[in-house]
């Protein structure tokens, strides 16, 4: 066996060099020397982080099709999307700036353009705010779109220049973040008794991801930080996973202090019903003049 496995062509051979270095290669796959659990350690966490790096470049796609086909987002937390997408960007800047390898938070850079488009696409679709200043209400959300867009470009741009030390300290905040970025979409579900339009898969693969991650961190990283807020991310998923199989199957109510908009009717690409309103019969009947005798004034 290890005839074949010392002349493996250079496309499978080279990439495996470059993923486990050329001394767990050697000891791996040319000796099949499975019992050096250092390589094994490594192959199994240098596998698990190319899988999560794969499964989170679509980890978030049918979160996004599910609100592009309902064309809604109803059910979905502004303030949990944006406080996931701000522990993720930080992750991912952090992770860069300390030349952490890629298949170790790889995933980070897939999330973050996705969970950046899912926040733009529930602030497209929020209930449109009627101003002070005026009776009518914004005819659409897209201003308040390109404003959270270029707030994200200008927080990125803020995450790559800060000092390291400031860098560190805010990844020691993503814990803190990351509850709070599950705690409102919990809250929405537990209030609504349904998870609306939150993809099943999404959840699933970060309950996966996060466990995967935490073995990857510790075994490649070492960095308490990033474990930390793996670990807290794989609780609060599993909470998120539990309230899906509880609540499966329950539609979000409709009510008007959720959805105004709709109920009130003031999305523009539908017509206002114009009711008539119906007034009742008036009791007075005016004396009608019979036929028998005629009216009729005298003339002088």
């Given amino acids: 066996m290890t005839a074949i496995t010392q002349n493996l062509p250079s496309f499978i051979r080279d990439p495996a060099i470059g993923l486990i270095g050329v001394q767990c290669y050697s ?17 199994i966490s240098k596998g698990l982080g190319v899988a999560i790096v794969l499964g989170g470049a679509v980890m978030k796609i ?4 599910l609100i592009l086909r309902a064309r809604h987002a109803r059910g979905l937390s502004l303030p949990a999307f944006a406080l996931e997408t701000l522990a993720y960007l930080i992750t991912l800047v952090y992770a860069y700036r300390n030349s952490y390898p890629f298949s170790t938070y790889g995933e980070n850079l897939f999330l973050t353009i996705q969970n950046v488009a899912i926040t733009l696409l529930i602030i497209y679709y929020l209930p449109r705010t009627q101003s002070h200043l005026t009776t009518k209400r914004a005819k659409s959300n897209m201003p308040s ?7 994200t470009i200008a927080i990125t741009y803020t995450l ?30 537990y209030r609504n ?28 990283m070492g960095d308490a930080l990033v474990f930390a807020g793996f670990a807290l991310a794989f609780v609060l998923n599993v909470a998120l996973g539990l309230q899906i199989w509880m609540y499966w199957g ?17 999305d523009e690409d539908e017509p206002a019903e114009i009711v008539t309103p119906q007034y009742a019969q008036s009791s007075f009947n005016p004396i009608q003049p019979t036929a028998g005798r005629r009216w009729a004034r005298k003339v002088d």
């Fill in 145 to 151: 779109v390109l404003v959270a867009g270029i707030a």
């Fill in 27 to 43: 000891s791996l796959v040319e000796n099949l020397h499975f019992a050096d659990t250092v390589c094994l350690k490594l192959a």
């Fill in 193 to 220: 008794k349904s998870t609306g339009q939150l993809s099943v898969f999404a959840v699933a693969s970060q309950v996966f991801g996060c466990a995967a991650r935490l073995f990857t961190t510790a075994t490649e």
């Fill in 160 to 189: 790559l220049v800060i000092p390291m030390h400031l860098m560190q300290l805010l990844q020691l905040g993503t814990v803190p973040i990351s509850l709070f970025s599950k705690i409102p979409q919990i809250s929405e579900n």
């Fill in 62 to 65: 049918p979160q996004l099709l």
């Fill in 250 to 266: 329950q539609g979000v109510p409709s009510t008007k202090e959720h959805w105004p908009r709709e109920k009130q009717g003031f």
